[in-house]
């Protein structure tokens, strides 16, 4: 640390520094002196080090934790709730054809990215996150992993791709970042999250029911991820 | 020797001895700060708390460091000087630092490139002291590998 100038040789000024002495010195006194000016104008004293800033994903899907929110600088937490989704269908109605709203237990209405109070559950599901890493470029991927077809306990089956979901969030105009789709059965990408940004809708599902299906209570998971190279 | 030559390099010399004494008050040296020391936890950066639009997250990163700060400018006591903190150019684009200190020297801000004033008056002893905790903010789309600012003080000596 430091630099270790000679004091007495200065950095600039008007004109070279000149000194008197030298005047009547040699060449060589002469040369010498400016070598010294030309070294002692390069140097530096102290040097602080920056890091990059660490790279980070967060996802919420329904219920999710947070210490604080992201604009108060808060601390994504983990939260290992798995909501359930979920419609029964009236004897009456079933194979119609008539779409049948689904609900969920979520209780996530805010958003964690600043306590606004952005979806309405149970009706709503909250999905959002953030990614964000250094540099100019990067973006993460939003996915969902479903199965083929959801099951009950006698094998039977219904597909997956009778389930599909509207997009919204309180004050959200124009397209949502995760938009609305329908389950493929297997992985689809619902969204890409650009570099240094926060994404977030609000997802309503419904059951298409227009197929008849054996009675009985028919499940299946999906998985969300969220992921960067 | 002819009186007139005489005279002519009696000339000569006044003439270089005062352009001199004129370079000499208006030079501006380097400022030994060797003894000077950084505290651990340097340059740690952060990513800043969003603001405005939703959704829109920052890209900004701040650290903060605090530099217990000893110039020598045994050099210049009992002159009249102007002690400046400079901030050698970067390859991180626009960058802020700013600094508060305990009142030996001046607060203040400095870009890349440029100097900012921290003292000015009579030096009156042999090493200047303070504690700088400089804050400084980066660009995190261009920090993406450690970096290093360099800083150095230069005096004006009147």
Redesign the interface.
Known sequence: ?????D??????????????NL?AAPPRRLALALLAFGW?GI????????????R?LYLDVGNGSYSGT????GTPQNNSTINVVSVTVPAAAVGNGVAQAMTSNSTQST?Y??G?AFCSPPAQVYVGG?Y?Q???TGTASLTATAPTSLTNPSGDTIPFNRISWTSTGA?DTGAE?IPAGTFTGGTQTLATFG??????SCHTFSYANTTTPAAGTYTGRVTYTLSAP | MTLASFVSRCLLALFFAASCTTVVRAATYPVDDRASTPYAGIGKMQWDAPTGKRGAAPSTLTGRIAVQTRLDVRAWKHRMGRIYLTLQNTPLGPLSTSWTTRGRLLPGSVRAGERTLVYSGPIDTDVLEDELLLTIKADGRRLVRTEQLDFSFEIDVN
Request: no cysteine; proline share 11%.
């Open positions: 640390m430091g630099s270790g100038h004091p007495a040789t200065p950095l600039r000024s008007g004109t070279p520094p000149v000194n008197t005047l002692a140097a530096s004293a102290f040097t602080v080090s920056l890091t990059p800033g660490t980070a992201y604009t108060s600088g958003s990215y600043d606004f953030f964000r250094p540099g100019l004050g970042v570099n240094n940004s926060w994404n977030e």
